[in-house]
Structures are given as C-alpha cells and as structure tokens.
T-cell receptor
C-alpha cells in the first residue's frame, strides 16, 4: 500500500543552521506530495506541496523537490530560526475517484536553539 | 475568514461510552475528512465525506461512523469507546478544486478515554 517514511527525530539545530528532513515514499499510482507543519497545541498547516515529478515546492524559506527516481521529497531550509521549532510531517495523496486521503509519515520533531 | 472549527476542544469519556465530535469546514470547502492522531504519531485517515456520503474509508472499525450535513459540516461518532481511542481527532476540509490545493486542518479535539 501507499506509505511514507521520514527520518526519526528529534532534530536539534542551532539558529541559522542548515536543515534537511528526509522523506521517502511508496505509492501505487502517481502521488502528490506534501509537507505539513504542526506547532504545539495546534492543527496541521500546509507548508508546501508538489504534484508531479521534478516539481519544487517552496514556502517561508523551505524547499522540497519531488524526485520520482529516488521516490523522495526531502525538506530543506538554508537557515533555520527558533520559530521553526515544530513537528514536520511528510504526506502523500494518490488522487482517485474514490477520494483524496492523505498518508502521513510519523513526523519529525525539530527544535531550534538560539 | 474562519478556517476549520472543531468542537469541543477537549473531552473526557469513560470506556464503553459514545462520543460525538463536530466540525465546520472552511468557507468554500465541500469535502471533509477526519483523522486520528495518537500521541507522537502521524495522523491516520478515518474517512472522508463529500455530498453527504462517505466517499473513502481508512482502516478503522465500524465503531467509527460519521455524517455530513447539507451545509457541509460533519460529525464523527465513536461507539463503545476503548482506552486506545484516546487521541487528537483532526478534521480537515478541501476546496472544490481538490487535494492539490491542500487540506485546511482544524486544531482538533483531544479525546481522553478513562
């Protein structure tokens, strides 16, 4: 079945460090890929998305490129801030006539220290 | 513009009881999905409603049921509660254009079963 695997956390970085969170997927069809972020006590927010191979999603300094050959969608940011501390979820959706369920990874907790 | 609203925010129930959770989707959204998020895990898809019908269902027992009303709002019902049903229940809505525009999530209902 469709699934997402993302790197285990927690990840602890100093402010202005480079961030990479790995995400790989398995899908039977042609999925759309997403990164969602969850701040403490809140619901999930869409961070970025890519709907086809080689697409690059970007938002708020975060980027991820849909790599079909490696079935990956790694999240990167060049310089993290304390305010980026949150849990990050990689997810996929295989559009079908029966619906648009999201399959999530287990999440990666990021803590950025001053 | 109000996003997805869920009620109640917190709930404590006794094992064996029944619970109803409520969700109002974002304005302009017609598809509602429900997810269960156990502590430290990624959200798991329960089901999705569109045009007042269950369109897709995840791997959850029949104790979990739902409903969508003509105004697109939705309810999640769980019967015969088990301790393992304790989780954050998230409602998410989609616009008419579909999943590639990204789900909008509510802040969730924290259900504790004792």
């Amino acid at each position: 079945g469709d699934s997402v695997t993302q790197m285990e956390g927690p990840v602890t970085l100093s402010e202005e460090a480079f961030l990479t969170i790995n995400c790989t997927y398995t899908a039977t069809g042609y999925p759309s890929l997403f990164w969602y972020v969850q701040y403490p006590g809140e619901g999930l927010q869409l961070l970025l998305k890519a709907t086809k191979a080689d697409d690059k999603g970007s938002n708020k300094g975060f980027e991820a490129t849909y790599r079909k050959e490696t079935t990956s969608f790694h999240l990167e940011k060049g310089s993290v801030q304390v305010s980026d501390s949150a849990v990050y979820f990689c997810a996929l959706s295989v559009n079908s006539n029966s619906g648009y369920a999201l399959n999530f990874g287990k999440g990666t907790s990021l803590l950025v220290t001053p | 513009d109000a996003g997805v609203t869920q009620s109640p925010t917190h709930l404590i129930k006794t094992r064996g009881q029944q619970v109803t959770l409520r969700c109002s989707p974002k304005s302009g959204h017609d598809t509602v999905s429900w997810y269960q998020q156990a502590l430290g895990q990624g959200p798991q898809f329960i089901f999705q409603y569109y045009e007042e019908e269950e369109r897709q269902r995840g791997n959850f027992p029949d104790r979990f049921s739902g409903h969508q009303f003509p105004n697109y709002s939705s309810e999640l019902n769980v019967n015969a509660l088990l301790l393992g049903d304790s989780a954050l229940y998230l409602c998410a809505s989609l616009p008419l254009e579909g999943v590639n525009y990204g789900y909008t999530f509510g802040s969730g209902t924290r259900l504790t079963v004792v």
